[in-house]
């Protein structure tokens, strides 16, 4: 008994426009479209608004009548496409509406409709351009957020970056070069390894700022930066101390590998020209090299060798690498 009674509710017509009037209130279109011809016999109010047409334009007219050629062919592919299924079809359409874009999206079922032969299409149509402007909106703002995220974070990096490093050379700053050196002499004290210390000039400074001016002097310095950092390795440390003096610490090698690798650098230095002006500027460096724990078993004495080898170099001519002295302790 119950059942039948809520049968007969559904097959109600007093239902149905019920539903209908509802889904009109909430501005869903609905229409129903014979797909025999192609027309569409049904449209509610909601549909006429939406597509800017009145009812009599709208029911008895076919996609073409409403749409551009291209959509047209859309709407009807989507229809064949959701006859073939038997839950039916939702999908999207970016269409031009009297001039104006909109989207929408539909849900189409394919029905019978009583005393009709021919099989019918109903389409549920809602208008969700406003929903994509505001999602585009977000995704925007979004987008802006993580811009400006990351352009503080570029910021935040490169203002840690001018408190350990040189502006000119891209260098550490001695500050930071000091923390380094006593971490790699306790390090190497620890583990009984080696590491290298470098003092280095440039070669005739004075000279080329008499020929050249100081800012000739600051593009030298970039490039000697850029060639030193090109020329170590990550958990090196190359440092400028000021003016035309510079020291790097070699993590983790001695006194011949740290020889052999500026001897590398002090090469490509003399081969490298600074263009400055429309001119071209050479320069050469000298270097003094020292070792933990062969030339020096403490941090203030390494630092004194390799500055006493650098001056040994400078005194020969330059664009020269010296080696400090290797300490042999008597035996016992």
């Known amino acids: 008994m119950a059942d039948s009674s809520a049968s007969a509710v559904l097959n109600s017509g007093a239902l149905h426009q019920a539903v209908l009037s509802a889904l009109n209130q909430l501005g869903l279109a609905v229409m129903v479209k014979d797909l025999s011809s192609g027309r569409y016999v049904y449209a509610n109010e909601a549909a006429a608004r939406l597509l800017h047409a009145g009812d009599d334009q709208l029911e008895g007219a076919q996609d073409a009548d409403i749409f551009d050629a291209t959509?047209?062919?859309a709407l009807r592919a989507a229809d064949v496409q959701a006859?073939?299924?038997?839950?039916?079809?939702?999908?999207?359409?970016?269409?031009e509406v009297r001039g104006t874009r909109r989207d929408f999206r539909v849900n189409r079922q394919k029905i019978e409709l009583n005393g009709?032969?021919?099989?019918?299409?109903?389409?549920?149509?809602?208008?969700?351009?406003?929903?994509?402007?505001r999602e585009s909106q977000i995704a925007q703002a979004l987008a802006q957020l993580e811009q400006q995220q990351k352009a503080n974070d570029a910021l935040r990096r490169d203002m840690e970056d001018n408190q350990v490093r040189d502006t000119s050379s891209g260098l550490y700053h001695r500050v930071h070069f000091d923390e380094q050196l006593r971490r790699e002499a306790d390090l190497s004290s620890r583990e009984q390894r080696e590491f290298?210390?470098?003092?280095?000039?440039?070669?005739?400074?004075?000279?080329?700022?008499?020929?050249?001016?100081?800012?000739?002097?600051?593009?030298?310095v970039e490039s000697l930066g850029r060639l030193l950092r090109a020329n170590t390795r990550a958990m090196d440390s190359p440092c400028r101390l000021g003016g035309d003096r510079f020291v790097v610490l070699l993590s983790g090698i001695g006194l011949a590998t740290a020889h052999a690798r500026m001897e590398h650098l002090r090469r490509h230095c003399a081969e490298h020209i600074?263009?400055?002006?429309?001119?071209?500027?050479?320069?050469?460096?000298?270097?003094?090299?020292?070792?933990?724990?062969?030339?020096?078993?403490?941090?203030?004495?390494?630092?004194r060798s390799a500055d006493r080898a650098l001056a040994s170099a400078r005194e020969k001519g330059g664009n020269r690498i010296a080696l400090a002295s290797i300490q042999f302790v008597p035996a016992a």
Not at 276 to 281: K, P, V
């Open 274 to 303: 600074v263009p400055f002006n429309g001119q071209q500027i050479p320069f050469t460096v000298s270097m003094g090299v020292s070792s933990f724990p062969h030339t020096a078993g403490i941090v203030d004495e390494l630092l």
């Open 196 to 220: 290298a210390l470098v003092a280095m000039a440039i070669d005739n400074m004075d000279e080329i700022r008499r020929l050249h001016g100081v800012e000739a002097c600051e593009r030298v």
């Open 71 to 73: 959509q047209a062919v």
């Open 116 to 133: 009709q032969s021919e099989p019918h299409m109903l389409s549920l149509w809602q208008d969700i351009t406003e929903t994509h402007q």
């Open 83 to 95: 006859a073939s299924m038997p839950n039916g079809l939702r999908s999207e359409h970016h269409m």
